[in-house]
């Protein structure tokens, strides 16, 4: 048995947080619910102490899909934890423990150097830092808590007074309780940090070379990548693009076509890189309720609990055709009428099934491997592939056509998507410093961590300062071997052992 892995490509977090929805599927929802990333799909609480006694509390917290993002992993099997490994017992393990005490973080840290131990790990644990910044309602309960291993129900949760003795493993403190609250939106804190806008691009045109100018042109011209590579986050998936317009579009796959009228989610887009049998996207469902995850859908079910303008559908509905009836008094505008919508007619297609998010191309040229299934390796690669129209299982996309770039208007296009690039990024200079790592690395069949489980291999990167370090090795750059003088070449091993590791009770 060797190491789980999800099945797509994990793009970047920096600039995440101009993203409407995470994950490639879109189900980090924009709503964080305090604890799993499915906001108003999969609905969930968190317990507040109030009036002597403790109660469940609705969290939805708007714009907040790095949080919902950030609470996906942890429990997850093929990710960070097991089928056993639920957010409660996360939290008790991670509470009373001193924070990063397995990795180095520089001196020089540009967020935790104040709280840098001369050796490994943090001064402070997990519970002091939460004590910080959370109101103590969500810290402190005179009660704790027991439930199966259903806990996403308040029917399912038993209070008991606190005893004098210490809890057992599967009775809970409030705290515990409400620690994947605490980790989104901590994490969410975090990777709001990571902004890149200093890129060559940013400086102004007057910096870009002629052939980086032409490459602009062919970009916002008869390369369409502006179609949906929007804004200054390049990408129509971003909140100022989604609150401009909505988060759902109805357009015409052909202006001449009455007949191609489509349905989408706004910024996710299928390109024909995969099969929708393979993999289905934001056409999916949310566990347990089974509520689809495309705003799209749940807007033609009637469920969609936000603002829709139809007066900003590129395509509007058309009130003078059946099966569509006009109110007694026609609105005003015209378009505003939002007719039954379970009655699309038969030019009128929902297509979400193998649709996903549009990444940003702000650090492109790091980014690679390319598309959520990490299907293209070089940036000529993505040119030629949306110079063909797409891929071989079919895009539906107005914008995704044969465009006839020629071999030097497709190198120009590859040269300005390179001046996206931050250097800080490549750099890894502050605010994309960063602690120690240990990071999995295939495993050794050779070697075993259990009956029948092979052994993962760690790798280790370096701690980094404010200062930066070496350009980091790119995707490409370890497939050709070309890492001499560069950081993340993943050539040096590391383990983690939790031997002399203090984990002191939270005060």
């Known amino acids: 048995m060797v190491r789980r892995v999800e099945p797509r490509n994990t793009p970047s977090v920096i600039n995440a947080a101009f993203t409407h929805r995470n994950f490639w599927d879109g189900r980090a929802s924009h709503f964080f619910n305090g604890r799993n990333p499915f906001g108003d799909l999969v609905p969930s609480f968190i317990i507040q102490q109030m ?66 131990k001369p050796g490994k790990g943090l001064n402070v644990t997990y519970e002091q830092l939460i004590r910080q910044v959370f109101r103590p309602e969500f810290l402190d309960s005179k009660f704790y808590f027991t439930c199966s291993t259903n806990c996403d129900k308040w029917q399912f949760i038993t209070r008991q007074p606190l005893p004098t003795r210490p809890l057992g493993t599967s009775e809970y403190t409030i705290m515990e309780f409400n620690f994947p609250l605490f980790f989104g939106l901590a994490v969410q804190a975090y990777e709001e940090q990571l902004v890149s806008n200093d890129s060559k691009f940013d400086k102004g045109p007057a910096t870009l070379s002629d052939p980086e100018k032409a490459g602009l042109a062919v970009f916002m011209g008869k390369g369409k990548c502006i179609a949906c590579h929007q ?52 056409g999916n469902v949310a566990p347990r309720t089974g509520r689809p995850l495309s705003f799209s859908q749940n807007f033609l079910d009637g469920t969609l609990s936000l603002q829709i303008d139809p007066c900003k559908f590129e395509a509007p509905f058309s009130n003078s055709v059946p099966p569509y009836v006009l109110p007694a008094v026609a609105p005003t505008p015209l378009c505003s009428f939002i007719p039954p919508l379970a009655n699309l007619r038969a030019n009128e297609h929902l297509d979400v099934n193998g649709a996903f998010k549009t990444a940003s191309l702000r650090n492109v040229e790091l980014t690679a491997p390319y598309f959520h299934n990490g299907s293209l390796l070089t940036l000529d690669d993505v040119v030629q592939f949306y110079n063909n129209g797409g891929g071989a299982f079919g895009a539906e996309h107005p914008d995704i056509t044969v465009l006839g770039l020629d071999p030097i208007e497709a190198a120009n296009l590859a040269v300005f998507l390179k001046t996206l690039t931050d250097e800080r990024v490549r750099y890894e200079r502050a605010p994309f410093d960063h602690p120690e790592l240990c990071i999995p690395h295939g495993n050794d069949a050779s070697t075993l961590d259990g009956p029948g489980e092979a052994k993962t291999n760690l790798v280790y990167v370096e701690p980094v300062g404010a200062g930066g370090g070496q350009q980091i090795a790119t995707f490409n750059d370890l497939l050709a071997g070309q890492t001499a003088g560069k950081a ?10 939790t031997q002399g590791v203090e984990h002191p009770a939270a005060p």
Not at 66 to 86: D, K, R
């Open 231 to 282: 804004g200054a986050e390049f990408t129509s998936a971003s909140v100022s693009h989604i609150q401009q317009e909505n988060v759902i579009e109805r357009m015409h796959l052909n202006p001449l076509d009455e007949s191609s009228i489509r349905i989408y989610d706004n910024g996710f887009y299928r390109l024909g890189q995969q099969s929708k049998a393979e993999d289905i996207g934001v």
């Open 488 to 497: 993340h070449t993943l050539s040096t091993t590391c383990s983690v052992s």
């Open 51 to 116: 009036n002597n006694q403790a109660t469940p509390k609705t969290v939805r917290l708007e714009n907040s899909s790095l949080a919902s993002q950030a609470v996906g992993p942890p429990p997850n099997a093929f990710e960070m934890g097991s089928i056993e490994l639920f957010w409660q017992k996360i939290g008790k393990r991670m509470l009373p423990r001193y924070a990063l005490a397995l990795q180095q973080v520089a001196s020089n840290d540009s967020l935790l150097a104040g709280y840098a």
